[in-house]
T-cell receptor
Framework: DTEVTQTPKHLVMGMTNKKSLKCEQHMGHRAMYWYKQKAKKPPELMFVYSYEKLSINESVPSRFSPECPNSSLLNLHLHALQPEDSALYLC?????????????????FGAGSRLTVL | DAKTTQPTSMDCAEGRAANLPCNHSTISGNEYVYWYRQIHSQGPQYIIHGLKNNETNEMASLIITEDRKSSTLILPHATLRDTAVYYCIAYSSYKLIFGSGTRLLVRP
């Protein structure tokens, strides 16, 4: 299995809702990532997990709450979002946190979850 | 991690080689050059990476200049399915940061 699976593919939520995005990989990767992508812009890094521990938070607002319950799963909990948070949310994984080259830093991305906040 | 500069857009004819340039003049010795692409509304896809030597795989070739200040991604026989945004990234840590990329249009 060489895929990163993200669910749901599409999500519409109100500003008072609580929802979650899910990401799963079965490649034995130990680093997992969340990116946010607005229309016609490059992906922006949000969070990095390494060995199930949060290692990078790119100053993301607290209304986004990541969780890594085990090495195969990554969640992004959403609460009190704003319409400007509407975007494509991408999950990725890599074998480990590497230092370049040797294949250790090749990220495999999922297809994304498209979020619309009303 | 070093900043990269790419043309905003390019086009090429189907069946011809697509040569996508990337400038990374401030790249440091331990930073690799990675290329990803993103087809519309899909997740980014890894293409190839290299440090000093030229690299080739089933998707593309990567040519890195001797001074490592620039590189070229070559798609040898572009197809319509290669229409995408191509990102050149120079980094050494696990913090993969995307620049603006090159939007490649393959014309029939």
């Amino acid at each position: 299995d060489t895929e990163v699976t993200q669910t749901p593919k599409h999500l519409v939520m109100g500003m008072t809702n609580k929802k979650s995005l899910k990401c799963e990989q079965h490649m034995g990767h130990r680093a997992m990532y969340w990116y946010k992508q607005k229309a016609k812009k490059p992906p922006e890094l949000m969070f990095v997990y390494s060995y199930e521990k949060l290692s990078i938070n790119e100053s993301v607002p607290s209304r986004f709450s990541p969780e890594c319950p085990n090495s195969s799963l990554l969640n992004l909990h959403l609460h009190a979002l704003q319409p400007e948070d509407s975007a494509l949310y991408l999950c990725a994984s890599s074998p480990s946190r590497g230092t370049g080259g040797s294949g250790a830093n090749v990220l495999t991305f999922g297809a994304g979850s498209r979020l619309t906040v009303l | 991690d070093a900043k990269t500069t790419q043309p905003t857009s390019m086009d090429c004819a189907e069946g011809r080689a697509a040569n996508l340039p990337c400038n990374h003049s401030t790249i440091s010795g331990n930073e690799y050059v990675y290329w990803y692409r993103q087809i519309h509304s899909q997740g980014p896809q890894y293409i190839i990476h290299g440090l000093k030597n030229n690299e080739t795989n089933e998707m593309a070739s990567l040519i890195i200049t001797e001074d490592r200040k620039s590189s070229t991604l070559i798609l040898p026989h572009a197809t319509l399915r290669d229409t995408a945004v191509y990102y050149c990234i120079a980094y050494s840590s696990y913090k993969l940061i995307f620049g603006s990329g090159t939007r490649l249009l393959v014309r029939p």
